[in-house]
């Protein structure tokens, strides 16, 4: 088996420091269902992927646990973990979902960021610009994931955050299987780019305003992609 390390680009943290191991495993296992590694309708043991990513079966169990509750995965007991189909058609269910939920989140990080924060956020916002310019999605991955970290821990809602995770995992996963088809990379980087700076500045309405436009983006490519697959 491959044995996957660990990247910057990956799973780096605005402070450096070594990552959890389950959170690490959560991250590598997650990426892999995102870019297809790990097929949907594939069946693994979690022996198999320790294998694969170099990790124990401890971190890699909790890794599971959680991409169960995401719906990325279904565990068997005794028969293995088989990875999740994906539902075309369930995609506008959780922008309906996320629309109001990313909503509150930004407006709520934008009222409470603080000094330390808002440069994060302007640094992500740079990020994101960059990989827009470079057309390169191996950036935007990760960077979506840390800005979407931040504006969690920064928002302060664990509630919110939990409804949330499995939103944007299924929405990552989507994401890389379709974008390059139907998407426009540098547009959606420059949606996240002025709602990162819009809670930077810590302007609550342009904030919410900025997370609405990003989701009629995302609804609109949604609706794009559905409609090509179906008259393919």
Known sequence: MVNLKLNNKAVGTANSRPLPQALQAYQMIEEMIVKGVL???AKFSEKVLSEMIGLGRTPIREALQRLATEGMVTIVPR???LIAAIDITDQFRLI???RELERLLAGRAARLVSAEERNIFRSLAARFREAGETDDAEL???TD???NARIAETANNKYALFAMSAIQAQTRRFW?????RFG???KVCEFHAKMAEAIASGDEISAKQASDNLIDYVEQYTRRTLDALCVA
């Open 79 to 81: 028969a293995g973990i």
């Open 96 to 98: 309906e979902v996320r």
């Open 39 to 41: 097929e949907p309708g």
């Open 145 to 147: 994931r840390q800005f």
């Open 184 to 186: 426009d990379l540098k």
């Open 176 to 180: 890389f299987l379709y974008f390059r």
């Open 140 to 142: 935007f991955i990760p």
